[in-house]
């Protein structure tokens, strides 16, 4: 039987350019952040966001990071921190394009 398992670091490899990534996290809780920080080394650019029930450190990781081309969600705010400061200031500058999913 083939494992399913894998490095992270493969994982990561896995996600390429211009593909989309769906998360369920949301605020700060639950988000794969060791993955997520191999992507940001990998500097995969050009992807596809998608956050049920909305995004939080996970999106504004990303969005910081150059990564994120579109965001689908309702919200992204790092909770009781406040916005989420990356998704503020890509919207604001128009450097993501935003679908809302309310």
């Known amino acids: 039987m083939r494992t399913k398992l894998q490095s992270l670091d493969a994982a990561a490899a896995s996600v390429q350019a211009g593909s989309l990534l769906g998360m369920t996290s949301a605020v ?13 080394r990998r500097q995969v650019g050009r992807l596809g966001l998608v956050t049920l029930t909305g995004g939080g450190l996970n999106a504004d990781l990303l969005i910081g990071a150059g990564l994120i081309d579109s965001y689908e969600t309702c919200s992204c705010t790092l909770g009781p921190y406040g ?20």
């Open 83 to 102: 916005p989420a400061p990356n998704f503020q200031r890509a919207v604001r500058a128009g450097l993501i394009n935003m679908k809302d999913s309310t």
């Open 28 to 40: 700060l809780d639950n988000a794969p952040m060791a993955f997520l920080r191999a992507l940001v």
